[in-house]
């Protein structure tokens, strides 16, 4: 993490968590890996509630990877493993999830019963698709609407050309993902992907069209907190997509704030608000 993202250059523990969430009706969440430490996995599953869940991270490519999950969840708290995720965008191969070792390592998280967040932008798009068709036993989520460019989306200005070439690329994207019935989609990390003047952007659209292509049930929303207080805080991010999604009806609006997420990574609690 260099200066560009200063600000959130520090740990944030549950104590964080709480107080942004204090002022919501969030009453759990899931949280996700932010770096390739096996450690930071331990770590977030000892941390108590709101959490609820852990997208963790384990070497996809190790030989051993299946007991490596095994070990992972004998940890204290390891019963709240409920995915891996790898930081593919990151990755110098663009074709690095659909290299034979990573296949084989997602499989065997598949085997564990674990869902796999899909972490990609554009370049690493083909590969995704190639790791979800040669897996299709496994559940995967794609995070953060396949980060789309929206700060180069100019919609609706004199410069609107390139606007309508980025999202009709991002569209297009989705609906090749969207054709894969196990996968979902978090809508999430659009404001930072739409930049310091996101409030200018179309974001609303891109929340909205998510949930068109992929239908409420296989929708999700995430609040990437604390990476969106780069560009705002917990509470407008919640509200900002909150009013993109007000023309769904209660029970969409309820499946993509609550319902799919426990459905995918917290099958066989009891259901809660």
């Not at 759990?28 to 599953?45: F, S």
């Amino acid at each position: 993490m260099d200066d560009s993202v200063a600000p959130i250059r520090r740990r944030f523990d549950v104590d964080d968590l709480r107080a942004v969430t204090r002022d919501t009706d969030v009453t759990r969440t899931v949280v996700v890996q932010a770096v390739h430490d096996p450690g930071e996995t331990a770590w977030l599953l000892a941390q108590p509630g709101p959490v609820a869940g852990v997208v963790g991270w384990v070497d996809l490519t190790a030989p051993d990877v299946a007991d490596r999950l095994a070990v992972v969840r004998a940890l204290p708290g390891g019963e709240r493993l409920v995915g891996i995720r790898h930081q593919a965008h990151d990755e110098p191969d663009p074709s690095w999830l659909a290299r034979p070792d990573v296949v084989r390592g997602v499989r065997a998280v598949a085997a564990a019963g674990l869902v796999f967040d899909l972490l990609v932008r554009e370049r690493e798009h083909p590969a995704a698709l190639a790791l979800v068709d040669a897996v299709p036993e496994a559940v995967f989520v794609l995070d953060h609407a396949g980060k789309p460019a929206i700060a180069r989306d100019r919609s609706g200005t004199q410069d609107s050309g390139e606007g309508r070439e980025v999202a009709d690329a991002w569209r297009a994207r989705m609906r090749d993902v969207a054709a894969r019935p196990n996968v979902v989609c978090k809508v999430s990390g659009l404001l930072t992907e739409a930049g310091d003047d996101w409030r200018d952007r179309p974001v609303a659209r891109y929340a909205r069209e998510v949930v068109e292509l992929f239908g409420p049930d296989r929708s999700l929303f995430g609040s990437d907190w604390p990476v969106s207080t780069l560009a705002t805080d917990y509470a407008e991010v919640l509200a900002t997509t909150t009013t993109a999604l007000a023309d769904l009806g209660p029970e969409e609006r309820d499946a993509v704030f609550r319902g799919t997420a426990e459905r995918i990574y917290l099958a066989g609690e009891h259901p809660q608000t």
